[in-house]
């Protein structure tokens, strides 16, 4: 069993810069791609970025293209989001997700493991 633990939300003004991290139990974090995903009040919930096995391959969409960057560190288990230039619209509560098929990231569903998510607050 996997088992995601996002931290790292929380109150930003707009402009500035947070840092979420996704924990991850077990021995075999390597072998599963990862990703983020965000759902805003009244809406459904969207991808954000992935990142593969190893990390030498990310995905972004196109709102956060630019502003977030995603990474991991496999001896720590952890993958994290890099936010930057964060937005009013980027207010959302967001999700960890795994999987060892990237493409179920890509395409959002069909996804094996998900975080309880954590909130991202941006006031302008």
């Known amino acids: 069993q996997v088992q995601l633990v996002e931290s790292g939300g929380g109150l930003v003004q707009a402009g500035g810069s947070l840092r979420l991290s996704c924990g991850v139990s077990?021995?075999?974090?390597?072998?599963?791609?990862m990703g983020w995903f965000r759902q805003a009040p009244g809406k459904e919930r969207e991808f954000v970025a992935d990142?593969?096995?190893?990390?030498?391959?990310?995905y972004y969409a196109d709102s956060v293209k630019g502003r977030f960057t995603i990474s991991r560190d496999n001896d720590k288990n952890t993958v994290y989001l890099q936010m930057n230039s964060l937005k009013p619209e980027d207010t959302a509560v967001y999700y960890c997700?795994?999987?060892?098929?990237?493409?179920?990231?890509?395409?959002?569903?069909?996804?094996?493991?998900w975080g309880k998510g954590t909130l991202v607050t941006v006031s302008s």
């Open positions: 077990g021995r075999t974090f390597s072998s599963y791609a």
């Open positions: 990142i593969s096995w190893t990390g030498g391959s990310t």
């Open positions: 997700a795994a999987d060892k098929a990237l493409i179920a990231l890509r395409k959002g569903y069909g996804i094996n493991y």
